[in-house]
């Protein structure tokens, strides 16, 4: 689904917009991804995963853009800082849950960016007819992370030890945690 967009003013001032991205942004959209998993081990896919063609990156544009859901970027003087993936699930028992993810360039942390795109994600997901929860997981040593989502009602429902492995060979744990929507 499309978002129009929203401009948010950000600790220092730093003005973001915040919009569904269209399928010219997607070589620009495929490189800050790729840079974001040179940059945390906080995210799901890593540097070793097969990398996106443009032609992937764009179909995956117009999915979003047609689908049940949204992806949103944040824009900075025109340039993608982040993103954010809301799910809704299209199967009859699970209609009423939604999944949230986030990720942002490293130099763009700690600013208020996660807090205003999440707002709006949570905007979203509170105007989306029937959808009730919502849930999301991350990587147990991500303290911002926990932090952000704390702070906006999710709890922790459960840990799934061992389910993310690194390139050394560690394991990290993985937090699922909920948030039931006020309607």
Known sequence: MIFEGKEVTVKNGIKVLIKTPTVEDAEELLRVHNQILRETEFVLSAPEDPELSIEE?????????????????????????????????????????????????????????????FKIMLDLANKQEGIEILTLEYASTNDRGRALYKKFGFKPYGVCPKALKFKDGTYGDEVMMIKYLEK
Do not use: T
């Open 57 to 117: 990156e764009k179909a995956f544009i117009e999915k979003n853009i047609i689908g049940k859901g949204y992806f949103l970027c944040v824009y900075i003087d025109g340039k993608i800082a982040g993103m954010s993936g809301l799910n809704f699930n299209r199967h009859f028992r699970a209609r009423h849950k939604g999944s949230i993810g986030i990720s942002l360039l490293k130099e763009y942390w700690n600013i208020g960016i996660g807090s205003a795109l």
